[in-house]
């Protein structure tokens, strides 16, 4: 089992090497022998489904190093608690991150619902938009001085705030995880424009 803050080191660390272009990811070949005996993922990914954030790639990770949920706007709902649950409790991994990241898609399309309703939205993306909705609807109602772009970048980090938050309160499981065996979650945004990962909710010492 590794220590949740012994794998956050690992993550940034990798992320460094990402951004340096100094990926050190094992083979792929020789590593995918070793796992149908099992797996020990060292983090929980929560990310976005969005193609330009693959988790393995940004923290420079191999083949069993994470274990990766990927939803539109790295939302919370049942099934992704469910499988948190599922490789905390089976794998013993202690770290979760949810991932989101900047100019996100399913925060631009939830701004748009919010201030231009449209009828032609689908049920399930109005699903989305829902989860989304509840992080973004005050920033809305207080303003934005510094435009569109400025409310995006406030909203992205606001939904990665509301899921982990979710994760942390919304399941007996991982409350118990985090109370009893050092289960940590923390919120990161990846950008987009520059390849950084920055860890910003949730880390020991700050606040939550």
């Known amino acids: 089992m590794t220590p949740a803050l012994t794998a956050l080191a690992a993550l940034r660390d990798g992320n460094r090497r990402f951004v340096a272009e100094l990926g050190e990811a094992g083979p792929a070949r020789a590593r995918r022998r070793e796992l149908p005996a099992g797996q020990e993922p060292l983090a929980i990914i929560l990310g976005c489904s969005d193609a330009r954030v693959p988790a393995e790639i940004v923290f420079d990770q ?4 994470l274990f990766v949920i990927r939803v539109a ?20 991994t202690r770290l979760v991150v949810v991932l989101g990241h900047s100019n996100c898609g399913a925060i631009h399309a939830t ?13 399930n993306l109005r699903s989305i938009v829902n989860r989304i909705r509840p992080a973004v609807e005050g920033l809305l109602e207080a303003g934005s001085t510094g435009g569109r772009d400025a409310l995006v970048q406030q909203a992205v980090r606001a939904n990665i705030r509301m899921s982990a938050d979710h994760l942390r309160h919304g399941s007996e499981v991982l409350e118990q995880l985090i109370e009893k065996d050092g289960l ?25």
Do not use: M, W
């Open 184 to 208: 940590l979650v923390v919120g990161a945004e990846y950008s987009l424009e520059r390849g950084v990962v920055d860890f910003f909710d949730g880390l020991p010492g700050s606040p939550k």
């Open 73 to 92: 706007g790295n939302i919370v709902a049942p099934s992704q608690i469910g499988s948190v649950e599922f490789a905390a409790e089976a794998f013993g």
């Open 111 to 123: 701004l748009d619902q919010l201030t231009r309703p449209s009828r032609d939205q689908s049920p």
């Open 62 to 65: 191999g083949l069993g190093d």
